[in-house]
């Protein structure tokens, strides 16, 4: 039931995703199409949230710490009733709320304004740290990309996280395996990730990151995790859904015309 | 008129170096296709090194490349080279004087729809404070290519930044381009206009209108803003006794900034600014952008008006 109820959400992102890019002219398809899966069960079950109290104390925070992949999170945020879902087609224009990439100031819901790349998981090592010291439970989420990791920003914060044993902080790595001039593996190998964020003290569970009862069963293991942070390496494909945007390196930061809308949301139903 | 964006005659210049130039290496984080290191890469492989997204690294590899004598090109977007990197730019390009050329695109508020976060309005500001740094924004395509040619000749840290639109082509192939010499693209005697970037196309749209109302309007290209051409600037106040900068930057900082400071220590007469002021840029197609941030014609040919009425 749970399942079903997220897949469809999950299928809603998407569609709501291609149609703004559509409308938009421009924007991040293949990245925001990655996260659909992992980001409806974060909204549709995993986090205590309530879209009528964007500013409630007691929420737990979703950063998007790959912030070009802002039309995932406008979906998401836009179906859950934070604001219109009308506003979507003013994504990227001329005095809209939804800037090219999250702005915490314009969007309710957006956490952090990201778009620069590996800061957003650095605030949400910040975030995470103020609840340990002030006692609080509220749990924080980071998205990140595995092009992202690249940045060295991202191992300070990982650093930090794990030496201050932030067990109420849950990075998710959409590995994707793409960046925008390729593959990582060719761009800059990233070598073993699972490997690398262990010996950074997370622990590490690995998924498929379109598989909702996988991403579901990790989050609720990374709750009984005590003393340290969690890291969910899901093993995703960039442009999932639309057949002919899949693993394909030219969808990173391309917009579909009219027709590949149309084409999409056909395979999107 | 004929457009091109500053970046592709980048690619261009980069292509020819690649052919011609066994020195240079031109390194990428990970934008090689929007900043035209690609072009590059196609007729020198061996010699593109694509960094990753690591801005920081970036640039300090390019200064241990330079310090084995070789002429590194680092490229990312504007925001990124200058923001993210800073220090290391700072530390260990400009401090040690090493031959690294950063060349920066996606300038201005005009990187358009991606919005405040990427659209970098400190750049010459930042670049501008660092000593041993030198700082160059061409006006067009053709300047673009003199610039990258100049500066491999030249020995020591650059910072050159270009744009993502495209912009009129202004110059023709017999310019000659000098590293610390403005240009003058109109002579005028009762105000002078000083641009740099894409900024330079508008003055002299706005110096056009501006002769209809029997105002006569001398323009200069600033395109290289450190060394600054005190020089030149004060020879065209001197004659004209008022002056309106214009800039697709912060105007605090920039080349409003450097004007102010040389004529307020040399020879003081009203000035007024067009340029960014003192807010992030925004999501939106560039030219809408243009207008909402007031970097027109429109707005050059209003700060005239109210410079004039000041001398
Ligand atoms: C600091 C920084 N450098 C460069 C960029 C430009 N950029 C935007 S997305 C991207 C590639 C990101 O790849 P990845 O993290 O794997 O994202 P995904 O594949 O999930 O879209 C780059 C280089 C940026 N936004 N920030
Ligand atoms: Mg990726």
Not at chain 1, 2 to 8: P, S
Not at chain 1, 13 to 42: Q, V
Not at chain 1, 168 to 184: E, F, H, P, R, S
Not at chain 2, 266 to 278: A, F, S, T
């Amino acid at each position: 039931m749970e399942t079903k109820l997220i897949e469809d959400k999950a299928k809603e992102i998407r569609r709501e995703i291609i149609k703004m890019l559509g409308e938009a002219k421009s924007g991040h398809p293949g990245g925001s199409l990655s996260g659909a899966d992992i980001i409806a069960a974060l909204y549709y079950k995993e986090m205590k949230i309530d879209s009528t109290k964007p500013n409630w104390e007691e929420r737990d925070r979703f950063i998007l710490s790959k912030g070009h992949a802002a039309p995932l999170l406008y979906s998401v945020l836009a179906i859950k009733g934070y604001f219109e879902i009308d506003v979507l087609k003013t994504l990227r224009k001329t005095g809209s709320i939804l800037q090219g990439h999250p702005d915490m100031n314009k969007v309710p819901g957006v956490e952090m304004s990201t778009g620069s790349l590996g800061q957003g998981f650095s605030t949400a090592v910040g975030m995470a740290l103020s609840f340990k010291v002030y006692n609080k439970d509220n749990r924080v989420y980071a998205l990140l990309g595995d092009g992202e990791c690249q940045e060295g920003i991202v191992w300070e914060a990982a650093m930090a996280a794990s030496h201050y044993d932030l067990d109420n902080l849950v990075a998710i790595l959409d590995n994707n395996g793409l960046q925008i001039d390729g593959k990582c593996s060719e761009v800059m190998c990233l070598g073993s990730l699972r490997n690398k964020w262990r010996s950074f003290g997370f622990h590490v569970i690995e998924v498929d990151g379109h598989n909702i009862p996988q991403i579901l069963s990790a989050l609720d293991e990374a709750r009984t995790i005590k003393g340290r942070p969690t890291l969910i390496l899901a093993k995703t494909i960039k442009g999932k859904g639309v057949s002919f945007m899949e693993d394909r390196a030219e969808w990173h930061g391309a917009a579909p015309s009219m027709e590949q809308v149309a084409l999409a949301l056909e395979e999107l139903k | 008129m004929e457009q091109i964006a500053t970046r592709d005659a980048y690619g261009k210049a980069l292509k020819e170096l690649g052919l011609s130039n066994d020195d240079i290496i031109v390194l990428d984080a990970d934008l090689s296709k929007s900043t035209k290191t690609a072009e590059f890469q196609k007729v020198n492989p061996k010699h593109f090194i694509n960094i990753g997204i690591a801005e920081q690294n970036l640039m300090g590899v390019a200064a241990g490349i330079a310090a084995t004598g070789k002429i590194p090109f680092a490229s990312t977007f504007a925001m990124f080279a200058t923001g993210r990197a800073f220090e290391i730019i700072r530390n260990s390009i400009a401090y040690p004087n090493l031959n690294v050329k950063i060349v920066a695109t996606h300038s201005g508020v005009t990187v358009g729809e991606d919005g405040g976060s990427h659209a970098a309005i400190e750049d010459i500001s930042l670049m501008r404070s660092v000593p041993n740094m030198t700082v160059i924004v061409p006006a067009d395509g053709v300047e673009t290519e003199k610039v990258i040619k100049k500066i491999v000749e030249y020995k020591g840290p650059v910072y050159v930044r270009l744009g993502r639109s495209k912009v009129p082509v202004l110059y023709d192939d017999s310019y000659e381009f000098e590293i610390g010499k403005f240009s003058t693209l109109k002579v005028g005697s009762d105000v002078t206009i000083i641009a740099c970037g894409i900024m330079v196309s508008k003055a002299l749209e706005a110096a056009d209108l501006l002769k209809e109302k029997g105002i006569k309007a001398e323009v200069i290209n600033a395109s290289t803003i450190k060394p600054f051409d005190d020089y030149s600037l004060l020879e065209s106040v001197k004659k004209t006794k008022c002056v309106v900068t214009v800039e697709e930057h912060n105007i605090y900082g920039g080349l409003g900034s450097a004007v102010a400071e040389v004529l307020c220590q040399n020879y003081p007469v009203p000035l007024e600014m067009v340029g960014v002021m003192d807010v992030f840029g925004e999501s939106g197609a560039p030219e809408e952008l243009l207008e909402k941030f007031k970097l027109t014609t429109r707005e050059i040919v209003k700060k005239v008006e109210l410079v004039l009425k000041r001398k």
